[in-house]
């Protein structure tokens, strides 16, 4: 049986992903759902006029017959990562989203303990003060929400 040589394949990459340079790990085989990515993403490049057909035709050949990691790897080195989709974008903001309210959440347990132990040392309950900065950071995150944003259009650039 051959020895395979020690190597580290990254677990948060996605099995659809385009084998990157970068990401290319040498004498890995592939398997056909990377090589359908990077079929796909040199249409892309096609469609956008960064290939010809002659050359966009010899990297699918090519694609189609690689074995390992790096033969994909040299096929889209010279290519841009494709842009995120709409639905990756909006994904991914709202993500951004629910984590500025994570924050939030984290500042409320931090400023209602401080008020909390405040409470006890003195042995009354004293005016709720977090509310103050906890109200201005909730409309603040309130606001980004609903500011339209600047939403650019991707043909254009």
Same mark, same amino acid.
Request: proline residues 7%; hydrophobic residues 45%; charged residues 30%.
């Given at each position: 049986?051959?020895?395979?040589p020690?190597?580290?394949?990254?677990?948060?990459?996605?099995?659809?992903?385009?084998?990157?340079?970068?990401?290319?790990?040498?004498?890995?085989?592939?398997?056909?759902?990377?090589?359908?990515?990077?079929?796909?993403?040199?249409?892309?490049?096609?469609?956008?006029?960064?290939?010809?057909?002659?050359?966009?035709?010899?990297?699918?050949?090519?694609?189609?017959?690689?074995?390992?990691? %790096?033969?994909?790897?040299?096929?889209?080195a010279?290519?841009?990562?494709?842009?995120?989709?709409?639905e990756?974008?909006?994904?991914?903001?709202?993500?951004?989203? *629910?984590?500025?309210?994570r924050?939030?959440?984290?500042?409320?347990?931090?400023?209602?303990?401080?008020?909390?132990?405040?409470?006890?040392? %003195?042995?009354?309950?004293?005016? *709720?003060?977090?509310?103050?900065?906890?109200?201005?950071?909730?409309?603040?995150?309130?606001?980004?929400?609903?500011r339209?944003?600047?939403?650019?259009?991707?043909?254009?650039?």
């Open positions: 049986m051959e020895e395979r020690d190597h580290h394949v990254d677990p948060m990459r996605k099995p659809a992903d385009p084998i990157r340079k970068k990401d290319a790990v040498p004498g890995v085989r592939v398997s056909d759902r990377e090589r359908d990515a990077v079929v796909a993403l040199l249409a892309v490049a096609l469609t956008e006029g960064r290939l010809d057909a002659n050359e966009h035709a010899e990297r699918v050949g090519a694609a189609l017959a690689a074995r390992t990691a %790096d033969e994909l790897a040299v096929l889209t010279d290519l841009p990562a494709p842009r995120p989709t709409p990756e974008r909006e994904r991914k903001e709202l993500a951004e989203w *629910y984590a500025e309210w924050y939030w959440l984290g500042g409320l347990v931090v400023m209602s303990a401080i008020w909390g132990v405040n409470c006890l040392r %003195d042995g009354e309950l004293d005016f *709720y003060w977090p509310v103050t900065p906890l109200g201005i950071w909730a409309a603040v995150l309130v606001a980004a929400a609903l339209p944003g600047d939403k650019k259009d991707d043909d254009t650039g």
